[in-house]
């Protein structure tokens, strides 16, 4: 309920609470349950008003059901370029063709288009562009072998500064899952689907 | 990962698809692991966007560390005012003394500010004035007994119109659940506080 609990133990790794603190995170939501994408956006809510820089890469195909979180998450970013409030925010969806990408469209292949979307995320870590950056549905990829687990990981584990990584998806790679600072399992417990209702507007999508 | 997907069953509720999709949705996020409130948040964001009438109980006394989803939430709320875009949002925490409540600070008791906040909150149920209710950490107050549980899954369960409701916190009341559409238990696999790591400026707080 609160973050003011102590810790369970004490660290022996000499590093001061402040320094913990700034430590970069590698969180993952994974689990059959819902919520994983949608609490990554959340992050990112708290992320802007630090003046995080932003950035969420969209893994899936069609993303017209995250438009939601988009608009809002790229208002927030139109309104840091605007009034200097919160941090900038960028969103990018393979479904629609990266954004960085000078092509129109998406490559046809759709593992070409993943393997794409990870150089790309590779040489922003490299360059330290971003705060925090959500790798939606990242773990379909990475278990389609669309691109290399270890490399994905040992990349990951390895990343420069302070960057706060969150990576959603069903099924997320052990090896990812041993490499993360948080893992949370979203569990369906109950779910209007079991009962053949579609999509709640909003709650769904 | 889709919202496209065929629904397990078809219900014979006698309602179409639009009845389905508009009918309010009640959703509990409980359990010990993180994103609990945070996808609650998410979910407001997209509610924003699509113009709903959005407010955020927060049931807990120092709220201190959601600072950066309300003053995000807000600010789309302002942008609401100003432009027209989105939807407008409350944000009503007990710590500070409820925001409608024209005593200044809180009660002293903490039971009485809880039944207090569910009063307010019933009526607006009754009166239709949000199309999304978070209900933040409310399982606390139902589980020390702070509201009667009955009488609170009931006036949810009977509450009139389209509004949607999610109550988040550990430990939801069977009855709860059972009176929920969509329950998502989130269960900590992994977290740095196992480490003796205290919170992580952003992520935790």
Not at 15 to 39: E, F, I, Y
Not at 121 to 127: D, E, F, K, N, V
Not at 141 to 147: E, F, L, S
Not at 175 to 190: C, H, Q, W
Request: glycine letters at 12%; a positive charge.
């Amino acid at each position: 309920m609160s973050p003011q609990g102590r810790p369970a133990s004490v660290p022996e790794d000499g590093l001061t609470t402040r320094q913990r603190r700034n430590r970069p995170v590698l969180a993952v939501h994974t689990g059959d349950g819902k919520g994983k994408s949608t609490a990554a956006f959340g992050l990112a809510l708290r992320g802007w008003h630090q003046g995080w820089r932003i950035a969420v890469f969209q893994f899936v195909k069609s993303a017209r059901w995250r438009i939601g979180e988009q608009v809002a998450l790229e208002r927030l970013g139109r309104l840091h370029a605007e009034t200097g409030e919160g941090g900038p925010v960028e969103w990018h969806t393979m479904g629609s063709g990266w954004s960085w990408s000078r092509r129109p469209g998406t490559p046809d292949d759709h593992a070409e288009a993943a393997a794409e979307g990870w150089a790309e995320i590779r040489r922003r870590l490299a360059a330290e562009r971003h705060d925090l950056l959500v790798l939606d549905e990242f773990t379909y990829p990475m278990q389609w072998g669309w691109v290399d687990v270890g490399e994905v990981v040992e990349t990951l584990r390895s990343r420069p500064g302070v960057q706060h990584v969150v990576v959603t998806g069903r099924r997320a790679d052990p090896r990812l899952v041993a490499a993360a600072d948080l893992v949370t399992e979203m569990t369906k417990v109950k779910h209007p689907m079991d009962d053949g209702q579609k999509g709640q507007r909003g709650i769904e999508w």
